[in-house]
């Protein structure tokens, strides 16, 4: 068993991490692959991963999002090894996770929505180790059945097109809505194809002319970030681009008393003028996770489609080329 760890800045291998403020932007943190058993929790599962994604909060983790250490990774497909009694049919089964683990008797709990639990873990991120991994563990209530129509690299984007799939949950976006999505990564190329389901009309706004090219292959209609957009131009904007600088751009292009969907997660603080937002009686909406279902249906059916994103899969012993590849290309997969 082997599993690829993430160092925090000034963290030896070995060593926990300080308490105190997080570190400076400007340290990096420090991975290797690390070999050796791979705890299962108490009434978890075993998965061995066939399959990781790594995204954009896989990178931010390595610039001291969260003052992150340990196993990276929360996009991934594996097939179940081993389960407690009660849930031994999941066995042999391939499957994608939720990545929000709960502990089960708080309000949040209780109600469905473990993802806002106070004390969750969360794969790779919180408190649990991730997919980056040969193995991962993992409550079988997180578990959805991967269905034969999809491949494993099209079932590692399940989790980040529930993602895209929340915003639908969270806002009313009708066949007439214009939509702006701020960004053009492998995220934004989600929520766009997402987005389109309702017949809305929905541009991807971005500076990459080959992730754009991809973009216009998909059916979005595209335009340049440098492009002279009228501010205002939008129902609702979704700020996908990973930077600071994105919130402002979403605001600036939306409506008055439209809605701005923040999706972005990063090492740093964003600066952004607030007063327009009141003056214009704009929405902000924060925009997390999402359900496995829907995503798992859009997927199957080809409403998504996955194989223009992917940019090629490494062993996880060349994750110092994968993490290369993933800061300029689209998706980039490890094969632990």
Not at 62 to 87: N, Q
Not at 185 to 194: D, I, N, P, S, T
Request: charged share 20%; net charge negative.
């Amino acid at each position: 068993m082997h599993s690829l760890v993430i160092h925090a800045p000034g963290q030896a291998p070995g060593e926990a991490p300080a308490e105190g403020p997080e570190p400076d932007a400007a340290s990096t943190a420090v991975m290797r692959v690390a070999r050796g058993d791979i705890e299962v929790a108490s009434g978890e599962c075993r998965v061995a991963v066939r399959r990781a994604g790594i995204c954009g909060t896989d990178l931010q983790l390595l610039e001291g999002y969260a003052g992150f250490s340990g196993v990276p990774g929360h996009e991934f497909v594996g097939t179940v090894e081993t389960a407690p009694p009660g849930d031994r049919h999941w066995i042999g089964q391939r499957v994608v996770g939720e990545i929000n683990v709960g502990c089960g008797e708080c309000e949040w709990c209780r109600s469905g929505t473990a993802n806002h639990c106070p004390t969750r873990t969360v794969l790779g991120i919180v408190g649990r180790a991730g997919a980056f991994a040969s193995h991962l563990s993992l409550p079988a209530a997180n578990f959805h059945a991967v269905p034969d129509a999809l491949s494993d690299e099209a079932a590692v984007l399940v989790e980040p097109t529930a993602a895209a799939c929340e915003i639908l949950a969270q806002v009313d976006i009708g066949p007439r809505a214009t939509v702006a999505v701020v960004g053009d990564g492998r995220m934004a190329l989600l929520v766009g194809q997402v987005l389109r389901t309702t017949g809305a009309s929905v541009t991807v706004l971005g500076k990459h002319a080959r992730k754009l090219r991809v973009a216009q292959a998909l059916g979005l209609a595209v335009a340049r970030a440098t492009d002279d957009i009228p501010r205002s131009s939008f129902d609702v904007t979704v700020d996908v681009t990973g930077r600071p600088a994105g919130l402002t751009r979403a605001m600036e292009l939306v409506r008055p008393r439209g809605t701005v969907v923040m999706k972005s997660t990063f090492h740093g603080e964003t600066p952004v003028t607030l007063w327009p937002a009141i003056v214009d009686e704009i929405t902000l909406v924060g925009s997390r996770c999402g359900p496995f279902g829907d995503a798992i249906a859009l997927l199957a059916d080809g409403q998504v489609a996955t194989a223009p994103l992917l940019a090629g899969a490494y062993a996880l012993d060349d994750f110092e080329a994968a993490f290369a590849a993933a800061r300029t290309e689209l998706k980039v997969m490890l094969r632990p």
